[in-house]
């Protein structure tokens, strides 16, 4: 009768056959699939650039991402204390911290290279150096966003380029189930109102308004300013799960209609179609001076006409149901016709380009397309 060998050497044999076969696999793969493996690399490295937009040349708990031609990134991984008189944020050291002290200045405003726009936004200090004060008057659970509503926001148009779709990219590229507290720098009251059910959609904590609040708040971390991807633009390639102009527009759609959206079959089944017409004051020039031919003439043809004037002052949760129950908008090239966004997908935009500026009024139309530059 034989012997039986000890089961360690049976298993040992195995595994060392098994170490053979998958290192001759390994070496016929790199032989036979170069090319697969480097395209595997390339998407490799393109997925840690979306999953971390901060990269930077200081390491640490403090630091500041200056790579990108439109925007800064910067960050405090720690617990943060914000105070808004001078416009600080400190990250709280433990009390026998003694690594180095690192100082930097931001100005939180996804237009970087343009100083009129930027001489309208104040700077941010981050500083691991110790605050006057280590008291927090409040305390909050959420990380901070802390963002600039100056620079050009005041315009209908950079409202969106330079704050909303940056605030839709940045939340969705760095936080999740909307828990992030909102921080606003060079804020107007009538910009929060004008815009609040986006807002709200964005974070579920109130805002804070840095330039009326003197209480000292301590947030988990902090990132100061916003990604963009470019004028008018939602890349999907950029972010980690992928959404284009399709999903912003989805959003605008759940914030002004919560959920309660028209159904598809009212929107096709209308006895006319109807038509939005922008209409803009003869004091700001590029208007359409026989604008009541025109609106007989679209009439005669099978249209249902309605003339939108915006203002300053106008409801959005009413010009997006007045538009999203539309067929086509036509306008003069200009901020409002920002309000395209608001069509329907598939939906025909109609624009009106004056002399001389054919180059910048169809490079915006491509963007609102969601197309790059």
């Keep these: ?23 001759l696999h390994i070496a016929f793969t790199s032989v036979t699939n170069s090319i697969a493996f480097q395209e595997l690399k390339r998407w490799q490295q393109k997925l840690a650039l979306a999953l971390s937009p901060l990269q930077s040349k200081h390491t640490g708990v403090i630091q500041c991402d200056r790579s ?49 726009a930027m001489s309208k936004v104040k700077e941010l200090t981050l500083t691991s150096s110790s605050p006057p004060t280590s008291r927090c008057g ?33 939340v969705n590229s760095l936080f999740s189930n909307r828990n992030v ?9 009538w910009w929060v109102q004008k815009y609040a059910e986006l807002l709200s959609q964005i974070s579920i904590h109130p805002i804070i308004n840095l ?44 914030a002004y209609t919560n959920g309660n959206k028209p159904k598809s079959s009212n929107y096709h089944k209308v006895r006319r179609p109807q038509m939005v017409l922008l209409s803009r004051k003869g004091s700001v020039g590029r208007v359409i001076l026989n604008q009541n031919q025109v ?18 002052n106008s409801s959005l ?40 500026t054919e180059k910048e009024a169809y490079g915006k139309a491509k963007r609102f397309m969601g197309k790059e530059d």
């Design 138 to 170: 409040v305390t909050h659970s959420s990380p901070a966003l802390v963002f600039s509503t100056g620079g050009y926001t005041t315009n209908f148009f950079h409202a969106f380029n330079e704050g909303i779709i940056p605030l839709f990219i940045t």
């Design 1 to 23: 009768m034989k012997e039986r060998q000890p089961r360690s050497l049976t298993v040992a044999t195995c595994f060392g056959l098994l170490v053979a076969i998958f290192t």
């Design 181 to 189: 507290t909102l921080v606003i720098t060079d804020n107007r009251d």
């Design 68 to 116: 990108h031609k439109r925007y800064d990134l910067c960050s405090i991984n720690g617990t943060t204390l914000l105070d808004p008189t001078s416009l600080t944020l400190y990250k709280l050291q433990p009390p026998n911290f003694r690594g180095p002290s690192i100082v930097l200045k931001t100005h939180p405003y996804p237009r970087k290279t343009d100083k009129g």
């Design 317 to 356: 949760s009413d010009a997006f149901r007045l538009i999203d129950r539309s067929h086509v908008m036509l306008g003069v090239h200009g901020a409002a016709m920002t309000h395209s966004l608001f069509l329907r997908p598939k939906s025909v935009l109609i624009q009106v380009v004056p002399i001389g």
């Design 211 to 254: 330039d009326n609040d003197k209480e000292i708040h301590c947030f988990p971390s902090a990132t100061i300013g916003l990604i963009t991807h470019g004028t008018m633009t939602v890349n999907p390639n950029w972010l980690p799960k992928p959404k284009t102009l399709v999903d912003f527009r989805a959003f605008l759609s759940k």
């Design 295 to 312: 609106i007989n003439a679209a009439e005669e043809v099978g249209f249902d006409v309605v003339v939108l004037k915006p203002l300053i």
